[in-house]
């Protein structure tokens, strides 16, 4: 490392995914508060550290209307007033999130986050469509300077439940391929997965971190909640496109699943 980069601060990204806000506030799924287990999420990082940016990858509605995603906003802003990129998932609706899902792309010192958009409207599984592919490889021939974390909602690998591989990214090894060959992506983060995943793609590193509600049990053959508490992860991005990153947990949030809810609340 020269002098010059040894000077530069190591940049701090809070990640927080699927939040699964309902449509009334205080409303619940499975039995927990979506909107109590984000607010404490969000109020134990917060108090911890002020992030160069939030990352928030999807799911932030359960029930997809404007209100939720207004909610969610003023949820993260009385407590955050930097950048933040917020993508969508597999429960929600583009059109109905407005400005929210607006911005791709986050620029920080040395570096850009990028949006990658793997979901379909009211479709559970994930995939980059041709559009989105070509505007991706655009922006990472336009910023081979930076480096590059990629934001995502859907895992781009297996990730060892086959009830969630089956809504992997379709085209998650043609897309790793293509990065690891052609741009100067790090890392790429995502959700939908509910648990911790840290794994590789080459010399690209891949996390998905818990969601702000509940839990999928890891190595599960179908559909599982275990009862590990909501969390979220730090990312800290050197000058040199080094990552670290750590998972926490609120680890004396008041947790308490309902399976009774299941069949009514996972229909989708
Ligand atoms: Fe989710």
């Known amino acids: 490392m020269t002098d010059s980069a ?28 979506t909107d109590a287990s ?9 108090a911890r550290q002020v992030p160069d940016a939030v990352l928030v990858t999807g799911d932030v ?14 949820l993260l802003t009385d407590r955050f007033q930097g950048p933040a990129l917020v993508l969508a998932g597999n429960h929600d609706v583009t059109r109905r999130m407005g400005s929210l899902a607006e911005r791709r792309e986050l620029h920080l ?8 958009d793997s979901h ?6 994930g995939s980059v469509d041709a559009a989105e592919f070509a505007s991706l490889q ?12 990629l934001a995502t909602h859907h895992p781009p690998i297996e990730v060892g439940c086959p009830w969630l591989d089956k809504d992997r990214i379709t085209n998650g090894a043609e897309l790793l391929e293509w990065l690891s060959e052609h741009s ?38 179908s559909f599982s909640v275990d009862d590990q508490k909501p969390g ?23 947790l308490t699943v309902d399976m009774s809810q299941f069949q009514q609340e996972l229909t989708n």
């Not at 991005?237 to 926490?248: A, P, Q, R, Y």
């Open 6 to 33: 040894a000077e530069q601060p190591v940049l701090t990204v809070l990640q927080i995914t699927d939040v699964h806000l309902r449509r009334q506030p205080g409303g619940s799924l499975l039995g927990v508060d």
């Open 38 to 46: 984000v607010s404490a999420v969000l109020d134990q990082a917060l």
């Open 61 to 74: 509605a359960h029930d997809s209307h404007p209100e939720v995603y207004q909610r969610f906003w003023k």
């Open 109 to 116: 010192p040395g570096w850009v986050v990028l949006a990658m």
């Open 120 to 125: 379909e409207d009211d479709q559970p599984g």
């Open 138 to 149: 655009n922006a990472c021939k336009k910023f081979r300077d930076c480096h590059v974390l």
């Open 184 to 221: 100067t992506a790090r890392a790429m983060v995502f959700g939908h997965a509910h648990q911790v995943v840290e794994s590789s793609y080459r010399d690209i590193i891949l996390l998905g971190t818990p969601s702000t509600c509940i839990q999928f049990a890891p190595g599960t053959q």
């Open 232 to 254: 979220y992860r730090w990312l800290y991005l050197d000058h040199e496109g080094g990552v670290t990153t750590s998972v926490e947990r609120v680890d004396d949030y008041p």
